[in-house]
Antibody, heavy 119, light 107 residues
């Protein structure tokens, strides 16, 4: 059974940093691209970043480019999101997402971790 | 960036009736569209990808169609568990973007 378990969310002040983790199990982690999708309170979904299975290729939304870094450790089956220079508008639930092999859709989601940026 | 626009924002449907949801892309995304269902407090659930391919375990009452810029999700006979928010997402070229969602509520 595929499981994605996020951790690392919390309350931070604007300008601070936070690192999210996603522990994956139930599939061959290194074979799949993974990403982070966020959802601000009462809002729609937004892809923030995605990383290839090998970790060689990464893509970012313009809203987080230069501030967020996605990475993975395939030996630990873990996905990361380093978030620097956090802004109030980064407040959201952050979902770890496994990309479907056949298309750029998400076939498995974590339960989400809440990041709140507030002074 | 390709903008995905969904309509209507809210759809009121009686159980057993058919629901038709629309999603329009601001430029062609070929057939690279997925549909998700989301219930309050839960992560989204993949229903359809590639515009018309049902994901594993999704009932046949869910179907998707379209290509280019116009896409449709049809729920043939609404069950009680189908009342939720549905959103589309293109997966053509990065950045992949989502529509704002259509809420399907009980009439």
């Amino acid at each position: 059974e595929v499981q994605l378990l996020e951790s690392g969310g919390g309350l931070v002040q604007p300008g601070e940093s936070l690192r999210l983790s996603c522990a994956a199990s139930g599939f061959t982690f290194s074979s799949y691209a993974m990403g982070w999708v966020r959802q601000a309170p009462g809002e729609g979904l937004e892809w923030t970043s995605i990383i290839s299975g090998s970790g060689d290729n990464t893509y970012y939304a313009d809203s987080v480019k230069g501030r967020f870094t996605i990475s993975r450790d395939n030996s630990k089956n873990t996905l990361y999101l380093q978030m620097n220079s956090l802004r109030v508008e980064d407040t959201a639930i952050y979902y770890c997402a496994k990309r479907l092999a056949a298309a750029g859709a998400v076939d498995y989601w974590g339960q989400g971790t809440l990041v709140t940026v507030s002074s | 960036e390709t903008v995905m626009t969904q309509s209507p924002a809210t759809l009121s449907v009686s159980p057993g009736e058919r629901a038709t949801l629309s999603c329009r892309a601001s430029q062609s995304v070929s057939n690279n569209v997925a549909w998700y269902q989301q219930k309050p407090g839960q992560a989204p659930r993949l229903l359809i990808y590639g515009a018309s391919t049902r994901a594993t375990g999704i009932p046949a009452r869910f179907s998707g169609s379209g290509s280019g810029t116009e896409f449709t999700l049809t729920i043939s006979s609404l069950q009680s568990e189908d009342f939720a928010v549905y959103c589309c997402q293109h997966h053509n070229n990065w950045p992949w973007t989502f529509g704002q969602g259509t809420k399907v509520e009980i009439k």
